[in-house]
């Protein structure tokens, strides 16, 4: 488990996203036709704040702790090479 001390407000950030997502499609499911369009806007905004916003900056926060995380893995491997089986 990587020991990432913002990950409750990242899980919390992931289930706002699908809770927005989930309110778009109730939008569509009740919304007429004509409306289409602009849901589909929304959406575009949505996911293009989501990608620059949250990817560029909350998940390249995790970056340090990740590869910290592949390290130990990488350590833990070599060992398995000379411990007993």
Same mark, same amino acid.
């Given at each position: @488990?990587? +020991?990432?001390?913002?990950?409750d407000?990242?899980?919390? &950030?992931?289930?706002?996203?699908?809770?927005?997502? *989930?309110?778009?499609? +109730?939008?569509?499911? @009740?919304? $007429?036709?004509?409306?289409y369009?602009?849901? #589909?806007?929304?959406?575009?905004?949505?996911?293009?704040?989501?990608?620059?916003?949250?990817?560029?900056? *909350?998940?390249? !926060? /995790?970056?340090?702790?990740?590869? #910290?995380?592949r +390290? $130990?893995? !990488?350590? /833990?491997? #070599?060992?398995?090479?000379?411990?007993? &089986?």
């Amino acid at each position: @488990m990587i +020991d990432f001390p913002f990950y409750d407000s990242h899980k919390r &950030e992931h289930e706002e996203l699908i809770e927005k997502l *989930s309110q778009i499609i +109730d939008e569509l499911k @009740m919304s $007429q036709e004509s409306s289409y369009n602009t849901v #589909a806007r929304h959406t575009a905004v949505l996911l293009r704040e989501w990608l620059v916003d949250h990817v560029l900056h *909350s998940d390249l !926060r /995790m970056k340090v702790f990740v590869d #910290a995380l592949r +390290d $130990q893995g !990488r350590d /833990m491997k #070599a060992l398995s090479s000379i411990l007993p &089986e």
